[in-house]
């Protein structure tokens, strides 16, 4: 019978100062053979960095930066398992036969963590398979699957309790053990509402799930940085968006890519904090960028790159990112020569103001641009104007000489836009026109499907928020000064 041995050696004196992990392995096998190591680092599997090494000699030496607790995932002969890696552990892999599935024993510090997790996935290996899950999601009705679900969940919390070496198990493995079993219950329930949408484009509408099952799940329990390297926390955040984006929607199915994706990240960015906030954003705007507009693409990555301070995911998304925004300067050629009035990008997107002359957002950086797209026949755009007046008067005066209350009007014509201005009191404020009403350049560009839409763009000229909150929301107030005070 071939044996397999794979040592994982980690040296704590060299990872204190280097954070390097050594891994030895030794096979009984013929040499020629790869095996792989990938740390789940980002969360983002096409990002996350995998080593290879060839066996020479029947041997292979890993060398890994390691600078926290982190999930493995060891590949050999297409087969993978993962694994639980901690600076200075010291483990010792021995598998009896070719498959890694089969008869794995461990020796060394860490050994105790990765029994649990093998023995874990080999006991409770359905409530974790997707496809499993997503069949039974699909066969059973909210009550049964829920009564279902909470029953495996004492099942595994209780497991987890019993188990014989649970005191010896390092902090950082007890922590994502429980946030496993706990978040593997959560995400599944607000799954399940979408999933069944999703099985069929004729159903237009998400069922919601009954109050009662959600009144555990606030967003005390979506912000939790110590969860991101627990799958089913990743996986519960993304259905908590996704769901509760699809409740603001009044439950009805986006019809666009891009609106989609604004309204996520708009109730993302108000809602989730952190390191959370920001995988989230880029998980997703990694998944979805090639199928929304260029200008989404940008003012996306524009504000993960806002909420990172460019850091790592900015870096890894660039180019992707890049290639999609440039397919705006093609589209935008034919635009602009079919219509002068209208420019390529943001910047270039032009306004008429009350005495005739075009003025583009670029014109207004260097001042907080608070803009209120509007129309004299909309009647909840009139009703929003009151509350705007009383928002302007919040301000002091040294404020409102770094703001601009924009008010946009989409009407047909220039003397109904003119009329509507003096009848709403408006003309003390910047007015601008881009007639077309739903044709008009500005509402294709932005993809406004209603009015009214709000916006807010900082002092650099970055559009931070293409939903922001109404005049009526008294928090509106507070995102105003945050950009101000920037």
Request: charged share 25%; aromatic share 14%; glycine share 4%.
């Amino acid at each position: 019978m071939k044996k397999l041995f794979f040592v994982l050696f980690i040296c704590s004196a060299q990872f204190i100062v280097s954070q390097n992990v050594n891994i030895g392995c030794h096979f009984t096998m013929s040499s020629g053979d790869s095996c792989f190591i990938t740390l789940d680092k980002y969360h983002i599997k096409e990002y996350e960095p995998a080593f290879k090494m060839q066996l020479k000699d029947n041997e292979c030496n890993f060398k890994i930066n390691l600078d926290k607790p982190s999930l493995a995932e060891l590949s050999y002969n297409h087969q993978s398992v993962n694994l639980w890696l901690e600076p200075n552990d010291n483990l010792k892999l021995t598998i009896a036969y070719d498959s890694l599935y089969k008869a794995i024993s461990m020796e060394g510090p860490g050994t105790v963590n990765n029994e649990f997790l093998k023995a874990f996935y080999q006991t409770f290996k359905k409530d974790y398979d997707k496809d499993a899950i997503k069949q039974s999601m699909l066969s059973t009705g909210i009550d049964v699957f829920e009564n279902n679900l909470f029953k495996e969940r004492k099942k595994q919390m209780n497991y987890f309790k019993n188990y014989k070496d649970k005191e010896k198990f390092s902090p950082a493995f007890t922590t994502y053990i429980t946030n496993l079993i706990k978040y593997n219950y959560y995400f599944q329930l607000q799954a399940f509402a979408i999933i069944n949408t999703n099985e069929s484009k004729a159903i237009l509408t998400v069922t919601p799930i009954p109050a009662l099952l959600l009144e555990d799940i606030k967003p005390e329990l979506a912000n939790n940085d110590e969860a991101l390297n627990c799958e089913t926390y990743r996986q519960f955040l993304y259905y908590y968006i996704v769901y509760n984006t699809s409740k603001l929607n009044n439950y009805n199915k986006f019809t666009d890519n891009s609106i989609s994706m604004e309204k996520k990240m708009g109730f993302t960015n108000q809602t989730i904090q952190g390191k959370a906030n920001i995988y989230f954003i880029a998980s997703f705007l990694n998944d979805n960028v090639a199928v929304v507009s260029p200008f989404t693409a940008k003012h996306i990555y524009e504000l993960l790159s806002y909420n990172e301070k460019n850091g790592e995911y900015t870096k890894l998304l660039k180019q992707k990112c890049e290639q999609r925004m440039k397919a705006k300067v093609t589209e935008d050629k034919s635009t602009a020569a079919a219509n002068p009035s209208s420019g390529g990008t943001a910047d270039g997107v032009k306004i008429m103001g009350t005495d005739g002359k075009y003025f583009t957002f670029d014109d207004l950086k260097g001042k907080v641009v608070y803009v209120d797209f509007w129309a004299s026949w909309c009647g909840p755009c009139r009703g929003q104007f009151p509350f705007s007046k009383e928002l302007h008067k919040k301000f002091t005066p040294k404020q409102l000489k770094n703001l601009v209350f924009l008010y946009i009007s989409i009407d047909k014509t220039e003397e109904i836009w003119k009329k509507a201005i003096e009848q709403n009191g408006l003309g003390e404020n910047r007015n601008g026109l881009v007639p077309g009403d739903w044709s008009s350049d500005i509402v294709k560009y932005f993809q406004i499907n209603s009015i009214p839409r709000y916006m807010l763009i900082d002092k650099k000229g970055n559009f931070v928020d293409l939903n922001a909150k109404r005049p009526s929301d008294p928090a509106v107030f507070d995102d105003i000064v945050n950009l101000l005070e920037k």
